[in-house]
């Protein structure tokens, strides 16, 4: 009887640092998601040809900075999903900006690309920390005899943060060279 609770309190502080690693990525978003809006300020003054990826940007922003329920597995991956996605559209921005000289030069819009930067290491910092807790907890799930006690408890498996296919792409440097 004490292997078996010594075993649930392992699974349960692995589903802990499991929702706290994702924790850490919210925290990371919604530090990049408050800079969004100066960011897109600043580049609508000059990118008068980019408004879709302006309106594509401002869209994702506010559907990532809803709240999910995290002990949803399908909402958990959704969120990530989108925040993916936004972070896409904003490597796409970060990329046009290259083709704005007078943006490109904007002491204003360098310091929120530098920032932009800054939370971007931190987010990927908070990524890799929730896929090894995920692989962790979810090692404690599917294998025997945590598979058992965690099914009791209703201990289930969280997704990994997984970059989407636009993330996976090749790059062709000829598409950034004006």
Excluded: C
């Amino acid at each position: 009887m004490i292997i078996a609770y010594l075993w649930y309190v392992s699974l349960v502080k692995k589903r802990n640092a499991g929702r706290e690693a994702l924790s850490g990525i919210d925290v990371q978003i919604n530090k990049r998601s408050n800079l969004v809006p100066n960011i897109l300020k600043i580049a609508q003054t000059f990118m008068d040809h980019e408004k879709a990826l302006l309106t594509d940007i401002t869209e994702l922003r506010a559907q990532v900075s809803k709240s999910y329920d995290a002990n949803d597995i399908a909402d958990i991956g959704e969120h990530l999903a989108v925040a993916e996605q936004l972070n896409n559209k904003m490597g796409q921005l970060m990329g046009k900006v290259e083709a704005y000289p007078e943006l490109k030069s904007d002491n204003t819009m360098l310091e929120a690309m530098q920032t932009y930067n800054e939370i971007e290491v931190h987010l990927s910092a908070a990524r890799r920390f929730y896929n090894a807790a995920v692989t962790e907890l979810n090692h404690a799930v599917e294998i025997f005899p945590g598979s058992i006690l965690a099914s009791m408890a209703n201990i289930k498996i969280m997704p990994f943060y997984e970059a989407d296919d636009a993330a996976k792409a090749s790059i062709d440097a000829a598409d950034f060279i004006k």
